[in-house]
């Protein structure tokens, strides 16, 4: 044992320290303190790496390290978001057989109606913002708040232990298929860890409950039984993984060319993916079906608007033409913006769907990673969990530049500090200049294809 010590004594360190500033970053950071927040987010991140660099041999050591990682923030509060008191808030209102999607949590306190447990308490939690909109949380994703309310609907820390108990059997299981899917596609097997060991992952997903990892974890499940041609229990899982986050329903048209396969016919090809889409379809209008009403259609899109023409948070692209629009007709032209730049992220999909080779899974997922970067590098709005979907893709592909992306996002914690938000653009730009730059040298000087052999 001493001997085992001392030959293992340098990971040893690295694995303690990185314990203590996992317990540091879980207890004792605001999210205002900025300095700290990046520095104790800069040493985790070059931990990691030198774990996962000793250690890649050995799955199984790194599999449990990353679970005991995440079990360390177990009863703390997430601190740099509060979006999961709106989380508790809606579970606790669906448990009572009380549609979450029909009225704002402010109209409730404003009527005096203490309709769920600690109401006050959650109200002033989510903040004014999130309590005067109706809940955009797909169907799945409210399922998930609702279990924390039944098994502890009167303690937000029980619920918040309760949901990060969910967040980290998701991640176990993105793990899972993640490693049996890497098996399949003829790569390392440690490529995994660069999600499933990546303080980005465990700080913002686990730690800060944001429901990214349940969402990938039914995609990457997906993406594993589509490559063994199971493709119609891959349409429901994904169906599902869309009724958690609707992200994915923005990668449904890349899967055209992964059912063209030269062995198979046109005809056959195309009954399948239309099956194929109608299963995805059905499954999620399945899911909604409870709380479907005119009321519920107007909410939840009205809702969903105001992320493509309301809110602004750590953009790169929209930045530059709001700048533009700022010098040539002097005012804020998001309004205007945000209706065009969705077109044309569906023109990038589209001309990815029909112009691309995705007929093996490898060149699917490289699809779908350059499909949802290019969403992101257009949108208006870039939360930092947000870079989890193009983190876990990559892992699939030989693309790394979403791993810096995981790096340099955290500059844009910036923007909260002590004396209320304000953006850091030159932060902002540092961000994506990196970012971008680190991808065309990959795209460029590496001389890696688009169009991978992997099957």
């Known amino acids: 044992m001493l001997d085992w010590i001392k030959s293992h004594g340098i990971l040893l360190l690295l694995i303690l320290v990185s314990a203590v500033f996992y317990l540091d970053f879980a207890y004792n950071l605001e999210r205002s303190d900025f300095i700290k927040l990046i520095g ?11 774990i996962i660099q000793i250690s890649k041999a050995n799955f199984w050591f790194l599999a449990g390290l990353g679970i005991v990682f995440r079990l360390v923030s177990i009863v703390a509060t997430p601190n740099l978001s509060q979006d999961f008191y709106r989380f508790l808030w809606d ?20 009527s005096g109606q203490e309709i769920v447990s600690q109401a006050n308490e959650l109200y002033s939690g989510m903040g004014a913002l999130n309590a005067s909109h ?16 039944v098994f502890s609907g009167k303690s937000i820390l029980g619920s918040v232990i309760v949901l990060k108990v969910i967040m980290i059997l998701a991640d176990v299981g993105i793990l899972y298929f993640g490693k049996k899917l890497l098996e399949k596609l003829n790569m390392p097997v440690h490529g995994i860890f ?9 700080i913002e997903l686990t730690g800060n409950l944001h429901f990214e990892g349940v969402m990938l974890f039914f995609v990457v499940w997906s993406l594993y039984l589509l490559h063994q041609g199971k493709w119609l229990w891959a349409g429901i899982l994904l169906a599902i993984s869309i009724s958690v986050k609707l992200i994915p329903l923005l990668l449904l048209p890349l899967f055209l060319r992964f059912f063209f396969k030269k062995e198979a016919s046109i005809a056959f090809s195309l009954t399948s993916l239309l099956k ?22 107007s909410n939840f899109a009205a809702t969903i608007g105001l992320w493509f023409q309301n809110f602004e948070f750590n953009a790169s692209i929209y930045y530059i033409i709001r700048w533009i629009g700022y010098q040539t007709i002097g005012w804020n032209i998001i309004e205007t913006v945000g209706k065009i730049l969705p077109l044309v992220v569906i023109g990038i999909l589209l001309s990815f769907s029909f112009f691309r080779k995705n007929n093996t899974t490898q060149q699917l997922c490289v699809a779908m990673l ?37 790096l340099m996002v955290v500059v844009s914690y910036s923007a909260y500090g ?14 994506y200049i990196v970012v971008i730059g680190f991808f065309i040298w990959e795209f460029k000087f590496k001389k890696q294809p688009l169009n991978s052999n992997a099957t």
């Open 418 to 431: 002590a004396e209320g938000f304000s953006e850091k653009l030159w932060l902002v730009a540092l961000e």
């Open 91 to 110: 579970g606790r209102l669906l448990i009572q057989g009380v549609n979450p999607y029909l009225l704002t949590p402010e109209f409730y306190i404003q």
């Open 276 to 297: 194929f889409y109608t299963i995805i379809i059905a499954t999620v209008v399945l899911t909604f079906l409870p709380f479907l009403s005119s009321e519920f259609a």
């Open 370 to 406: 350059f499909g949802i970067s290019c969403y992101f590098l257009l949108s208006t709005t870039v939360h930092p969990w947000y870079i989890a979907t193009p983190l876990l893709l990559s892992v699939f592909t030989n693309y790394k530049f979403p791993i810096v992306w995981s």
């Open 134 to 149: 109706f809940s955009n949380y797909p169907p799945i994703n409210q399922f998930f708040f609702a279990i924390a309310a």
């Open 40 to 50: 104790l987010y800069g040493v985790l991140f070059f931990l990691g790496h030198k």
């Open 194 to 202: 660069w999600y499933f060991l990546n303080p980005f992952i465990i």
